[in-house]
């Protein structure tokens, strides 16, 4: 348990001997708005009901029977409010952190419970475009966070190469195009390609039968479309791999549709037989609507399969390859009654594991939504190009003496810790409006202000080695007596408790919101506290708690996949 995990518990373990029950949990406890109140506080609402008080009689109550065991209570209201001992949790804290390191704020909540996070379901034959960003930065951060909150955690992307967008791809790549390119970056080039056959095809009926004449060739995996399908998804696989390397994401496992199609339709077919599935008007549907969730059709009434037909067989091979305790989908918001729905099938068949849906919102451009068919996107490689160039220049102006080579690798983990904050900083419920220009900002809430607080420190302590002032294994924890320093232990000591909360909630926005105030915290005691010039005992006390404060920045954005700099 942490430091200050161990300090609540206490408090609960003293409230519960002078109530003589165990009514009183450590989830009980909050913390006030406004440190003057004190550091820890118990709501006494609940309690009051079972000791027949009112909330403030209950709160004086209790301070009259803990005043023997603590030094500092006070009952605001119907509020207990304990002020703790700042050198004692100062030490103990910053002991813990320089032990820990990297673990720091780490637990062992998940029991190493098998998670797979499914996530990065790109579409071949399709360009990746700052709206699957935020699948494939949420999804990551979350895989961090339940491996830091005990998980085994296995990651893995599901790339749908099958289905109509296919067919448009190469039909518009046959007709415009005469199947070849010179484009250096094939990938991009399907997703122009993809537009253009969306444009030309969507009011010409001909241009529609020709597309869905050419799907069905392709799904035969015969012919020269079968052998253009294999050419142009390759292109595509390597993007996409590209990019994930960019973005330092890795993956487990990669499913494709392609390869779960032909199963999917003979575990129809049995389905069918075991009365799961039934046939309707020539179609085959799954019906839910007993169970309130409408119908799921697999094949439509012409033979053709819908999504379910290879999301059916992917989730049993996910479940019996892996052995899972829990299967987590990463998908947009739109697709929440169909994994309901695909949840229930695989239910009926007798898989008992938790399938949760993690449904997250639209990113629309400051301009409005973004929609592939039309071509209204920023791409990734439009982004990036842009993004880099607005870095790029952003770091010459602040050093103006670095050579290029060092100006490329500071602004790319610039650029990529903008894009990951950005995708991460707000729940998923959350739209997000993507600013190029904001994002980049060194101000304020973004990544590029966090990484710039942390480059700030470590240029403390490379001043503090220069002057052979060295951070001694043990420090005098009451030369840490001043308000902002306490606020800032405080702070420190809170950090596992965002860890385990924000995996509960799947929700990185809280590791973000937390790095952003302990920053702050951090920038106001530079400007106030004199480190390197205070006197030896006190600077060699302040050196600990920044060095605390630089481990538990990094350890916080390495859960959103960013990296810290030593210069900015």
């Known amino acids: 348990m942490d430091s200050l995990g161990k300090t609540r518990q206490q408090i609960v373990d003293a409230i519960n001997r002078a109530l ?9 406890l909050v913390f006030p708005p406004d440190s003057k109140m004190g550091d820890v506080s118990l709501p006494c609402f609940d309690l009051a009901k079972v000791l027949k008080k009112t909330p403030g009689e209950t709160a004086q109550w209790l301070k009259s029977k803990l005043v023997t065991e603590f030094s500092s209570i006070t009952a605001a209201g119907p509020y207990l409010n304990f002020t703790l001992d700042k050198a004692a949790l100062a030490g103990e804290l910053l002991k813990e952190i320089k032990k820990e390191k990297e673990k ?6 998940g029991k190493k419970q098998k998670v797979m996070i499914e996530y990065s379901n ?3 034959h399709k360009e990746l475009h700052v709206g699957h960003l935020r699948n494939i930065c949420y999804g990551d951060a979350v895989n961090r966070l339940l491996s830091a909150n005990g998980y085994q955690a296995i990651p893995v992307s599901y790339i749908n190469d099958f289905g109509i967008h296919v067919a448009k791809t190469l039909w518009a790549l046959g007709k415009f195009y005469h199947g070849k390119t010179d484009a250096k970056n094939k990938g991009a080039f399907l997703g122009e390609v993809y537009v253009k056959g969306s444009q030309e095809s969507e009011n010409d009926e001909m241009a529609k039968k020709e597309i869905n004449l050419l799907m069905e060739k392709i799904e035969s995996r015969k012919g020269v479309e079968y052998k253009s399908w294999q050419n142009t998804r390759k292109w595509s696989i390597e993007q996409f ?5 960019q973005l330092g994401v890795k993956f487990k496992d990669t499913f494709y549709e392609s390869e779960m199609i032909d199963e999917g339709r003979k575990m129809v077919s049995n389905l069918v037989k075991a009365g799961i599935l039934k046939e309707s008007q020539g179609a085959v549907i799954a019906d839910l609507e007993k169970h309130s969730l409408g119908v799921l059709v697999f094949l439509r009434s012409d033979g053709t399969a819908l999504y379910p037909v290879a999301d059916l067989p992917l989730a049993v091979q996910k479940f019996k390859k892996y052995k899972l305790d829990k299967s987590i989908y990463v998908v947009d918001v739109r697709q929440g009654q169909y994994l309901k729905q695909l949840f229930k099938v695989l239910e009926l068949m007798g898989y ?19 929609a592939s068919r039309t071509g209204k996107v920023i791409t990734f490689e439009t982004f990036w190009e842009e993004a880099y160039r607005r870095a790029s220049e952003e770091t010459k102006k602040r050093h103006t003496d670095w050579p290029a080579k060092k100006v490329e690798v500071v602004a790319k983990k610039i650029l990529i810790g903008a894009m990951k904050f950005e995708m991460t900083k707000v729940s998923r419920s ?23 607080t942390g480059a700030r420190i470590q240029s403390i302590l490379r001043k503090a080695q220069n002057m052979k002032h060295e951070i001694p294994n043990k420090t005098q924890n009451t030369k840490l007596d001043h308000p902002k320093e306490h606020q800032l232990i405080m702070k420190l000591a809170k950090y596992p408790e ?31 506290v004199p480190i390197l010039k205070s006197e030896p005992e006190t600077r060699a006390a302040r050196l600990t708690l920044v060095n605390a404060v630089n481990q538990v920045l990094g350890n916080g954005l390495n859960l959103l996949g960013i990296e810290t700099m030593e210069e900015m």
Not at 20 to 28: A, H, I, M, P
Not at 505 to 525: G, R
Request: glycine share 8%; net charge negative.
């Open 241 to 245: 791999a590209q990019i994930y390397k």
């Open 430 to 452: 959350a739209v997000i409006t993507f600013d190029i220009e904001k994002a980049l900002r060194f101000e304020g809430f973004t990544a590029a202000y966090i990484q710039y």
């Open 498 to 528: 965002v860890v385990k909360v924000a995996g509960e909630k799947y929700e990185p926005s809280e590791v973000a919101k937390y790095l952003f105030e302990l920053a702050q915290e951090f920038n106001d005691y530079y400007h106030e």
């Open 20 to 28: 003589g029950t165990d009514l009183v949990k450590e989830s009980d």
């Open 104 to 109: 720091y704020g780490q637990n062992t909540s």
């Open 122 to 124: 790109g579409n071949a």
């Open 352 to 370: 008992k594991q938790e399938m949760l849906h993690l449904g997250y919102e639209f990113v629309k451009l400051p301009s409005g939504m973004m």
